[in-house]
């Protein structure tokens, strides 16, 4: 690998991640038909069975019925409850295995993962067991679901035995294991005799299934074996999360097993029927947490390499399904809760008032549930739902604004020329020399806002302290009626995001002079430490250079790139950092660093932004796309940099391998300067 400071070959940022074990191409197909006709005959079994285990859910002890009709609970609460948890076991574990399936089936341990995720969901819920089915049928699910889950923890994540002579050991028993269920075990305690049997226990059945537990147990063993002696820090932080999760699970489920099948602490009498659903409910609970670490792996360390980047919506609507199953449940509970405290009567008003606490309730946790995920599993640290502040109503007729023809200091405001989140800006001249300038303007509403204020004060003293060509000029600074204003030398050319609109894809040649310019103005602010933080086209103005002839104007060597808006660079070292209100950075060029700790970031997130801008020059397309705000976002922190040639071929590798350097998501694989950059660029 090449030394960073090499314009000749760009150096790649080396991804660790775990290795692939791919599935031969001609067997691809094959895998997948083999899935899929697994996946439908579980489906169609749970689909059988569901009408059957709700009418045997509905088979209670008379103790039960009696707690029911004392608290004015229907009958077929239970039932209702016990089935609704299957459900949405079932659909959670098979919606996570059809997605990893769709974006990894060419990699047999992502289908053993997804195997997984599906027999989960299938052994610990009662409807596929009670399906008019063949007993093997059922059998099998249970011998799948138990050699899955076994090859799960002694191989992941790499898909190989750690170490390899633990292959001749767990092979042989856990195929033992899945024909003692087909030939001996499950013919003897079918499903249906054990969810008659859900209100006693079964002691044989339970220990049938700890040697099960104790082979699992190894593997975990066998997996902090591999993490401490082979793996990679990504390979460790996804083994780490995966053993969190199969802990807590195997931990709960063991307990289960042990409290009501083996040494059951209540006695029969005492199993009322709520403590039969709450258990149910935690066990089921309980068993999330493996889904939940594997996407949390997939999420945060792109376990076999999937990624989330266009599947975010996918996330949130499971997490908001959770969520309105839980509330659900919450709603039944606030209405027992209800009728208990109104002695049984006015159950219009209890289901009204819980319905209402649920509803006020429920917006507020699914949007703290959102932040919840952006943060801890995709790392975006900034409020990205928040848009800048909106100017004030009367800001509307900006286009003929009060403020035409009003004269501020030695300046007279002419017409407007743009506006931002921030600020409104007006071409104006010198009352006496009629020296065209250009007016920024914090407007009222906003000035009120000290945090504005501050800001706007901020951009004033960083410009004032910049003296270069290609940097705007700051002319004068004031404040009339508590309205601050900057005045600032005029830029009477276009923008260089009305240049991309109208022009490009534009050659080489003039991507480069255009980015040197602005390279130059990052270099320099950087060396007086100022890190800009907001690059985009809009704020680079297209300055004509002229020489004066005959009383007029007359282009000499075309037009100099200028850098504007200052509003939220960061002064290195300087005391106070406003970076807490949203104002980052525009999103479409924003580095990733800049997502996850805008405080701290240094010059190379601008050649990151720099390396975006580039890219749209040459290709009139922005390199990170995606339907919403957080999926462009996590594709700046996630996806890899694009290759330019598949847009434009008529550019060299060593182009390509430029603009792919620039947009490394590690800063130290960057450039040091983004002169370095427009220079490697040609």
Known sequence: MESNDSLTQPAPLPHDTATQTRVPPRWINTARAVWLIIAAAALIAFALGVPIA???????????????????????LPALIL????????????????????QRSNDWMALVAAMLML?????????????????????FFVGLGEFTQVMFVFLFPTGRFVPRVVRWIVVPLLIWRVAMWAIWYMPMYHAAKITAEIYGH????????????????????????????VSSPTERQQAKIMLYGMAITLAVVGAWVLVFNVFPIFPEGSRSVFLTMGSRMFRQIALLAVPVALAIAMLRYRLWNIDFVINRSLVYGSLTLALAVVFFLSTLILQTVFRVMTGGQQSTIALAASTLVIGLVFTPARNGLRTFVDRRFYH?????????????AERASFAGGPLIGKVIGSYKILEPIGRGGMAEVYRGEHTEMGRP?????????LADQTNYLHRFERE????????????????????LDGVPYMVMEYLAGQSLSDLIRSRAPLSLDDTQCLIQDVAGALDYAHAQGVIHRDVKPSNVILQPITTAGAGESVPTRGERAVLTDFGIAKLIGGATHLTQTGFVGTFDYIAPEQIQNSPNVDGRADIYSLAVMAYQLLTGQLPFTGLSVGAVLIAHMQQPAPNIQT????????????????????????????????????
Do not use: C
Not at 85 to 93: E, H
Not at 213 to 226: D, E, H, N, S, T
Not at 651 to 678: C, H, N, V
């Open 54 to 76: 709700y009418q045997k859910a509905l088979l209670m002890n008379p103790a039960s019925l009696a707690d029911l009709q004392r608290l004015g609970l229907p009958l077929n």
């Open 83 to 102: 089935v609704g948890t299957d459900i949405f076991t079932i659909l959670t574990f098979g919606g996570i295995a059809a997605f990893i399936v769709w």
């Open 460 to 479: 004033a003293r960083t410009i004032s302290s910049l003296h270069h060509s290609n940097i705007v000029q700051l002319i004068d600074y004031g404040s």
């Open 380 to 392: 975006i640290n900034i409020d990205y739902r928040s848009k800048r502040a909106a100017p004030a």
């Open 202 to 229: 079964n002691e044989q059945f339970a220990w049938d299934i700890i040697p099960f537990i104790l082979l699992l147990a190894i593997g975990i063993g066998f997996q902090v074996y591999r993490y401490r002696r």
């Open 437 to 445: 300038v250009a007016i920024k303007i914090l407007p009222p509403d």
């Open 119 to 139: 027999t989960l969901g299938i052994v610990y819920s009662s409807p596929v067991f009670d399906a008019p089915v063949p007993v093997l049928w059922s059998s």
């Open 647 to 682: 847009m434009r071929r008529d550019l060299s590798m060593m182009t390509a391998a430029t603009i792919q350097r620039a947009l490394e998501k590690d800063p130290q694989w960057r450039y040091p300067t983004a002169g370095e950059f427009a220079n490697a660029l040609g």
